[in-house]
């Protein structure tokens, strides 16, 4: 799964969609897919990333206190 980094519009490439749709982990591992290297795997926040169309994540994946 691709989301984009709101800094830089760059795609992130999410190594873990559990770590994305678990509400109570505030950072994700991914790389960034930028240029024709693959970049090397680190931490990003949740609250700075967003979907490749610009929609912001969904509250149940980033607030634990969100009642569904």
Do not use: N
């Not at 984009?4 to 950072?27: F, N, Q």
């Amino acid at each position: 799964m691709f989301l984009k980094d709101k800094k830089s519009g760059d795609l992130v490439e999410v190594l873990s969609v559990a770590d994305l749709i678990d509400p109570c982990k505030e950072t994700i591992p991914g790389r960034f897919h930028a240029g024709e290297e693959m970049g090397e795997p680190q931490t990003f926040r949740k609250e700075e990333l967003l979907f490749p169309s610009g929609e912001a994540l969904p509250r149940c994946w980033v607030d634990p206190d969100y009642k569904r």
